[in-house]
Every structure is written in C-alpha cells, then in structure tokens.
C-alpha cells in the first residue's frame, strides 16, 4: 500500500513507464517511417521506448513533434527530427504518440495542459492513427469530473475579454485568462503568440447520454454534450483552437481524426489497461 507522497509519485512515473512502453510495442511497426510525437510527461517515457528500438529500427524513422518539449526529447534521444510543416502534400503520419488530461468512456480528451494543444491537434489529425498514453489518475466516466482545471482553450489576446463573457453565458464556472509563470506578470503566452483561457463546464455528457429520453446535451441549463460544446466553443470569434479531442478516430475515417485509436493507461497496480473504441 502506498504510504507516503514520495511513493505515490514513484507508482505514477512507473505507471506511466509501463503504458509508454507497452504502447510503443504495440503501435510503432519497424515499416514506420513518420511518427508523431507529442507533449507532457508522459511522453518522456515514449521516446524512451523508442529509442530503446535502436538504430536498426528508427535511423529509418522521422519524429515530428508538437512544441520544443518534444522537439528536445527527440533530438536528445539522437533521433530523427522533422516538422510538420515539412509533411509533404498528400501524406500522413504513420502513427502519433501524445498524453492527455483526462479521458472519458467515450475516448474524447481533455489537453493543452501544457498549453500546446493547437500543435498536439495538427499532429494528432496528420496521423493515420493517434495513440493515447496516460496514468490512472487520467481516466474519467466523464470529461470535467477530475480535471477541474477546465478546457483550454487558446484565444487571440485582443479577443480574450469577449471570449470571457460568451464563455459565462455559456455556462462556464468562472473561465480565466491563464497566468504565466511564477514571478512574471500577464498571460502564458503559447509557441503560436496567444493566449490560453481555461474554461470549467459541468462534466461532458456521452452520446449514451444524449439519446432517446436523455438529456438534450445543448447548454441548457450549463449542461453539455461533448461534441456540441465542441462545436460551439470553436465558433466564437477569437477562439484559435480548443483543448477537446473529439469526433472521429482513425479506424472511422481516413484522415483527419482527433480521437486516439487506442488509449493505454499505466494502472495503480502496476499493469497497463487498454481502452479501444469498442470496448
């Protein structure tokens, strides 16, 4: 049993381990030659897995990253480094790899923790199929029951104080502008030059949630479905891209997708659960 904050913490980071790798195995096929690599502590133990592989598998390999955290790891990994904006026209990420916040039954996400969300969503829709690797702190029933932090959602700064009020009236539980780090005045400022406000919402309805009989899932009353909070969030003049990942996966459509084909989360008791669309 653990006892003390320090072994907890140890338990997180081998959980993590453990789904990183387990992932990696999984997904990252020696044919692969353009892979996606995303932001957040998780990640760490990805291109740790990867560059376990060795030179034989991944000298044939490219690593496109979502922000300079990831750019680091891989050029420290003496792996492969490529841009997304290199891709060439017509072509797709073999696989990506990236965290989450939170995820729910359905495999919608909560990221941009981190604040790179807007780069995290380019790579993962670049990919034929994104991989989710997280620990068992990040599963939910439903989105905004343990990430209270709220959506992120990343605004052009003159638009900021609009975006506020429509966010209030669509609910949100006191959405804030997202402050820079300790000991400097002002906003975080992403890679792209905005702004990240956080937006709390009562937790996401499912579209079980939503059917025949079920609650309308459209904002009444502060209430939500995922998808059509989504909608209306990336609607709002200002609003650069948002911290929700939903809609299809990539065994649904052929590009495009934000949803992860597959979801590993590293357990409490030291094995790995795999979550699938279907399961």
């Given at each position: 049993?653990?006892?003390?904050?320090?072994?907890?913490?140890?338990?997180?980071?081998a959980?993590?381990?453990?789904?990183?790798?387990?992932?990696?195995?999984?997904y990252?096929?020696?044919?692969?030659?353009?892979?996606?690599?995303?932001?957040?502590?998780?990640?760490?133990?990805?291109?740790?897995?990867?560059a376990?592989?060795?030179?034989?598998?991944?000298?044939?390999?490219?690593?496109?990253?979502?922000?300079?955290q990831?750019?680091?790891?891989?050029?420290?990994?003496?792996?492969?480094?490529?841009?997304?904006?290199?891709?060439?026209?017509?072509?797709?990420?073999?696989?990506?790899?990236d965290?989450?916040?939170?995820?729910?039954?359905?495999?919608?996400?909560?990221?941009?923790?981190?604040?790179?969300?807007?780069?995290?969503?380019?790579?993962a829709?670049?990919?034929?199929?994104?991989?989710?690797?997280?620990?068992?702190?990040?599963?939910?029933?439903?989105?905004?029951?343990?990430?209270?932090?709220?959506?992120?959602?990343?605004?052009?700064?003159?638009?900021?104080?609009?975006?506020?009020?429509?966010?209030?009236?669509?609910?949100?539980?006191?959405?804030?502008?997202?402050?820079?780090?300790?000991?400097?005045?002002?906003?975080?400022?992403?890679?792209?030059?905005?702004?990240?406000?956080?937006?709390?919402?009562?937790?996401?309805?499912?579209?079980?949630?939503?059917?025949?009989?079920?609650?309308?899932?459209?904002?009444?009353?502060?209430?939500?479905?995922?998808?059509?909070?989504?909608?209306?969030?990336?609607?709002?003049?200002?609003?650069?891209?948002?911290?929700?990942?939903?809609?299809?996966?990539?065994?649904?459509?052929?590009?495009?997708?934000?949803?992860?084909?597959?979801?590993?989360?590293?357990?409490?008791?030291?094995?790995?659960?795999?979550?699938?669309p279907?399961?």
């Amino acid at each position: 049993m653990v006892t003390t904050v320090e072994e907890q913490a140890k338990l997180v980071e081998a959980s993590k381990r453990l789904a990183a790798f387990q992932a990696v195995k999984d997904y990252l096929l020696p044919e692969y030659t353009r892979i996606g690599i995303g932001s957040g502590s998780t990640v760490v133990y990805v291109v740790d897995a990867i560059a376990a592989l060795g030179p034989d598998v991944t000298s044939k390999m490219a690593f496109y990253p979502t922000g300079s955290q990831s750019e680091e790891l891989i050029e420290a990994a003496g792996l492969n480094l490529q841009y997304i904006s290199k891709l060439p026209a017509g072509k797709q990420l073999d696989v990506a790899f990236d965290g989450a916040d939170e995820v729910d039954d359905d495999l919608n996400l909560i990221k941009g923790g981190g604040a790179c969300l807007w780069q995290e969503k380019i790579v993962a829709a670049s990919a034929k199929q994104f991989v989710c690797v997280a620990d068992f702190r990040k599963l939910s029933a439903r989105l905004g029951t343990a990430w209270k932090k709220g959506i992120p959602i990343e605004v052009l700064p003159m638009a900021a104080p609009r975006v506020l009020d429509e966010l209030q009236r669509m609910g949100a539980q006191n959405p804030r502008i997202r402050p820079g780090l300790p000991g400097k005045a002002g906003a975080i400022v992403t890679d792209n030059g905005m702004w990240i406000i956080d937006a709390p919402f009562a937790p996401l309805l499912l579209s079980k949630d939503t059917g025949t009989g079920g609650q309308a899932g459209d904002g009444t009353n502060g209430t939500w479905a995922v998808d059509a909070l989504a909608d209306a969030l990336i609607k709002i003049p200002g609003v650069a891209e948002i911290g929700l990942f939903y809609g299809k996966n990539g065994l649904q459509v052929a590009s495009g997708a934000q949803k992860p084909v597959a979801a590993y989360f590293g357990m409490a008791d030291g094995t790995v659960q795999v979550r699938s669309p279907s399961s």
